[in-house]
Structures are given as C-alpha cells and as structure tokens.
C-alpha cells in the first residue's frame, strides 16, 4: 500500500525516520530530529538561491515550466491577455474571483480616484538629479509614502490593507510619470480622472502644452496587455523580497519598496533594459553569429539576455503574447529597427545546441523592450513599466502572506563557514 512519507536512513547512525509528504514536499523542520548525537543541532536542507525549496503556500498563480503555462487565479494568461483589462486582472489576482460589473466600476472608482500624490513627494523627487535612474527614483518615492500613511503600519485590520494597497496600486503610475519626467526636465502632470489606468499613465508621461492629447487606442490597449502580462509570476525575486521584508509586519509602502529594489537587478526586472543595449551592440544582423559565440564560450559573462528562466524550461507564454502585440503596435509606431535583430538572434539561438541543451528560450523581456522603444520610451523606463503592474502581485503576495497562520518572520539557516572560536589578538601583536 503506498504511503505518502518518505522513508530516509542516515547512514551516520543507521537510524530510520519516517517523514510525512504534503503537496509534493516534506517540511524541512522535520529533518532536525535527524541527528548524530543529542548536542547535535540536526539536518538542515541547503539551497542557495531557492532552486528547490518551498517558502510559502499560494493560491494567487500558477506556473507550470515544462509546459509553458501560466494562470492567474486559474485562468490562463492568453485569455486573460485577449478578453480582459489590466484592472479586472488586478482585481481578479487580489479578490481570487473576476468582479461583477458593480465590482468591478466600485474597484475602478477608488484606483481612480487614489492617483494624486502628496505635493511634498514633488519636491522629494525634484531632489534627484537630473541623470537619476527612474527606477532609483521610483523606489525611494515608494518607500517615502511609508512616511505619508503612518496608518499603514496597522497591517492586522483588514480595510486598512485594502486602503493601502489601492493606494499603491493607484500612486504605483503617478511615481512612475513624475520619475520620468524629472529625467527629462519636463514640468509633472496631474493624474486625469476621466482616463483610464493606462491612458492617465500615459497623458502623464507625453502631455505636454496641451490637455487635448489624446493616447492611440492601440498603444493604449498594447500597454493594458502588457500590464496583464507582468501582473505576477509567483516567487520570483521581487515577489519574494515583498514576502520577506512584509514577514517583519512593517507597511506595506516599505515591502514593495523592496521589490522596486529588487526588480532594478539586471536579471530580473531590468533584463529588457539589457536586452536592447544588447541589440544595440550587435548592431547589425551579421555580427550575430560572433555574438552568439562569445556568449557560449565567456563562462557565463555575457549572456544572450532576454533568453532563459529559473521556471520555464519552453516557450515563456508571455513572450507568445508579447510577439503578437508588438505587431499591432510597430502597425502604429512604425517597426523598430532592432526587431529584425531580435527575430534572427531568437531564429539562431532556438536551433543552437547550447540554448536548446540548456531549454533556453526567449523570455518575457526578450520583445518587449522592443515595444517600449516604438512607444517613445527611453530603456531607462522600462523596469519602471515593469514595476507599475508587478504592484498588484506584490500586493496580491503581501495580502495572502500576512493572511496566512503558517507564516513567521522569514529568517533562513546558514552553513557557517567561517573561523572556529579565537582569542582576540592586540593590535601590536598582529602579522
Ligand atoms: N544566455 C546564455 N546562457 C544562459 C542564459 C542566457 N540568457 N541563461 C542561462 N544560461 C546558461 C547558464 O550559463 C547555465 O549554463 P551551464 O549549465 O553551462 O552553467 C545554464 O544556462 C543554466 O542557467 P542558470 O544560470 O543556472 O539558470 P538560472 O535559473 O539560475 O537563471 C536567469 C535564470 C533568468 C537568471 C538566466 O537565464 C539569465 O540570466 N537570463 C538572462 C537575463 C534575463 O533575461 N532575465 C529575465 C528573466 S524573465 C523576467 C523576470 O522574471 O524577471
């Protein structure tokens, strides 16, 4: 009769324990009453960087690698990227079910109307200098709203959660329009209620001189399904930085902060940045193969950015999406140059054996890059377009986080290494 435990025997002492098995895992903790001796502080389990450990349980999304799925709430991306809006999803990945119209016009009322931010974040942000990175610039002014909403310390009381997550959801996009236009030395836009989430985005970013600018439909609706896209992808760095920052009980502001921080990493957030430099240095499509055979032969220095991923181990369902987007939008913008690099660098790779040995594929940032560049965007923008939708899965995380029993502050082991116990030696007497 099959048992759901695992049967483990150290061969240190030749004792046999019995571990329970739930949802595919055993609790490391239960590894500590492996021990050699009583003074022995028992098994730990070692796994830098998380490549196989568990930290939470989550109900929000579902991604399976192997075969290139990703759902939010169950419902999968390329539905959602096709037949919703941004804002329905956000709701969706926060309340776990689509809204009713009612919810859905009340949800869209209060993101609305939450957009102004303190005159005094101006002048916070005006202290930047001119060559700031918007993303620098974006985290430091997240983090400063802790200090404008003392009363998001209260994370126990539920509608003060709420309060503070339409506050972030709906700030996330002025912070972002201000960053930019510090950068550029262009006067700040007030949010316009009459607009919707992305086209009040982007009337921050490109009004100028005039209220009459009117968003392109498309490029309105491209921008709503590229939010969608990058809504929220479970643990992955960012998401887990909000999760552990957030298991200290600090607000909310301080815990997304961390996730800004962490989504600027070149690996992470910022890889679309990379990716069009790296286009860039390519420059042309004959200088590929060269390319291609740096990134194989240079130890890991250079990489073909855009291309690989922890979790998907195919096609990055999101960089399907993006591809056929990013057609609508360059029928609008005029092609981007560099997409007739990009196409041939992914043809090459895909057929290379060195990307597919390793099951690399173009991922989320591969393109869209390419999209933001035909939007008017400068690269320096482009983790910032990450980050304003990101929001609602850090949001999504901390909620059920700081919701869920199990959790502690997260506070992980380490394998000592370093020097046994020794005298401290006078300053005189050192070598
Ligand atoms: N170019 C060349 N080689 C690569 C690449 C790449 N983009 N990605 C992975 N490899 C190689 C890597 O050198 C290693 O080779 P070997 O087995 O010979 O040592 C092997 O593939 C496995 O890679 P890994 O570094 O163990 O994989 P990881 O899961 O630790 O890293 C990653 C995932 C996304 C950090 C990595 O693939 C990468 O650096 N990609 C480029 C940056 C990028 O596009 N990031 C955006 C990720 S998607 C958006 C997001 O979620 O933020």
Redesign the pocket.
């Known amino acids: 009769m099959p048992k759901d435990t695992l049967t483990v025997t150290d061969n240190r002492t030749g004792k046999t324990y019995e571990i329970p098995i739930e949802n595919g895992c055993i609790r490391t903790p239960d590894l500590r009453q492996i021990k050699t001796g009583s003074d022995d502080f028992g098994l730990m389990g070692y796994d830098p960087?998380f490549?196989n450990t568990a930290n939470c349980k989550s109900a929000i999304t579902f991604i399976d690698g192997d075969k290139g799925i990703l759902e939010y709430r169950g419902y999968p991306i390329e539905q959602l990227a096709e037949k919703s809006s941004f804002l329905e999803v956000a709701y969706l990945l926060l309340k776990g079910e689509l809204p009713t119209q009612k919810e859905l016009e009340n949800f869209t009322f209060n993101v609305t109307h939450h957009t102004l931010v303190h005159e005094n974040i101006k002048s916070f942000i005006d202290g930047f200098r001119y060559d700031a990175h918007p993303m620098a610039m974006l985290g430091s002014t997240v983090a400063a709203l802790s200090a404008f909403y003392p009363d998001a310390k209260n994370i126990k009381d539920a509608r003060s959660r709420e309060i503070q997550i339409t506050r972030l959801i709906a700030k996330m996009p002025t912070l972002a329009a201000f960053s930019y236009r510090h950068a550029m030395g262009l006067p700040f836009v007030y949010p316009d209620n009459d607009l919707s989430y992305v086209a009040n985005f982007l009337a921050m970013i490109k009004r100028i001189g005039t209220s009459a600018f009117k968003v392109h439909p498309t490029l309105e609706k491209a921008l709503d399904v590229l939010f969608i896209l990058h809504a929220d992808?479970e643990q992955?760095?960012?998401t887990t930085s909000v999760r552990t920052v957030g298991s200290s009980q600090v607000d909310p502001y301080s815990a997304v902060a961390a996730g800004v921080g962490a989504?600027y990493g070149?690996?992470?957030?910022g890889?679309?940045e990379?990716?069009l430099r790296m286009l860039r240095e390519i420059g042309s499509k004959a200088n590929i193969p060269e390319f291609i055979k740096q990134?194989?032969g240079g130890e890991?220095e250079?990489?073909?950015?855009?291309?690989?991923?922890?979790?998907y181990k195919s096609y990055?369902p999101r960089a399907k999406v993006i591809k056929r987007v990013a057609d609508e939008v360059f029928d609008v913008t005029g092609k981007n140059p560099l997409l007739e690099i990009a196409l041939e660098l992914e043809r090459i790779a895909l057929e290379d054996e060195?990307?597919v040995k390793?099951k690399?594929y173009p991922?989320?940032?591969?393109y869209s890059g390419l999209i933001y560049e035909a939007m008017g965007f400068q690269a320096e923008m482009f983790p910032v377009l990450?980050a304003i939708p990101r929001t609602v899965g850090w949001c999504a995380q901390w909620e059920e986080m700081v919701t869920d029993n199990e959790q502690k502050i997260a506070r992980p082991r380490q394998v000592f290494t370093g020097a046994a116990r020794r005298d401290y030696v006078a300053q005189d007497k050192r070598k």
């Open positions: 960087a490549l992808h992955n760095c960012s989504l070149p690996l992470h957030g890889a679309n990379a990716v990134v194989k890991g250079k990489k073909l950015m855009g291309f690989g991923h922890r979790v990055d060195y990307f390793r690399l991922n989320v940032d591969f990450f």
